[in-house]
């Protein structure tokens, strides 16, 4: 897939992400169930389950992510992968660029619960934390393959509880609201799978 290629898709997605993140708050008035989703989960909370929600919100800070992010690509170079590890970096660049342009144009503000853990200069919509951290789960799950299957299966099924888990956690905290999650699980999976094809997945990168 060629860089061109790749650009038009991410700019595309892009787009989307504007155009949903309008509707939101336009036509559909915010989607005020969002809101009181949010208060629920407070409200049912205490401080064990505060704690949990704030290890597992800033689990997938800009830091965290990007050490995980060196720490795929490292192994992958360390295994001889070294075209499959440009993988990791640009499908989390990818998640990060479509999160960055769509949330200065939608700009949706935070939900309107006392925040826990770090406050976010940017836009609510949609969540680039979910969005980077599922982009590097699509890259890690798929780089399983080699494995046997009962421990591939278990390894994507991992990956996956965490991301919901994750979703879960940044609601909790009142960073985002479920439109945004969606929106960043869906980001991640696209630029994932994009990652994977640009730097040439059919051409034996082993991922």
């Known amino acids: 897939m ?3 290629s790749t650009a ?3 700019a595309g997605l892009a787009a989307a992400n504007v155009v949903a993140g309008r509707l939101i708050r336009g036509p559909l008035k915010d989607l005020p169930a969002e809101h009181r989703l949010n208060g629920d989960l407070r409200q049912r909370g205490g401080p064990r389950t505060d704690a949990l929600a704030t290890v597992l919100s800033r689990s997938s ?3 965290r992510a990007v050490t995980l992010g060196l720490a795929l690509t490292g192994v992958l170079a360390i295994r001889g992968q070294r075209r499959a ?3 990791p970096g640009l499908a989390m660049a990818m998640a990060s660029a479509t999160h960055v342009s769509s949330s200065i144009l939608t700009g949706r503000p935070r939900p309107a619960v006392e925040q826990i853990g770090t406050h976010q200069p940017t836009s609510s919509f949609p969540s680039g934390h ?3 951290m599922t982009a590097l789960a699509v890259v890690l799950g798929r780089s399983c393959d080699p494995l046997p299957r009962p421990l591939r299966v278990l390894v994507r099924a991992g990956l996956v509880s965490y991301l919901g888990l994750l979703g879960w956690s940044r609601l909790y905290a009142g960073q985002h609201y479920a439109s945004d999650v969606l929106a960043g699980y869906v980001n991640g999976v696209v630029c994932g799978r994009l990652a994977r094809r640009a730097v040439g997945d ?5 991922l």
């Open 85 to 87: 590890a440009f993988i």
């Open 8 to 10: 038009l898709v991410v």
């Open 130 to 132: 979910v969005g980077a």
């Open 2 to 4: 060629s860089a061109l």
């Open 202 to 206: 059919q051409q034996g990168t082993g």
């Open 61 to 63: 800070d800009t830091s």
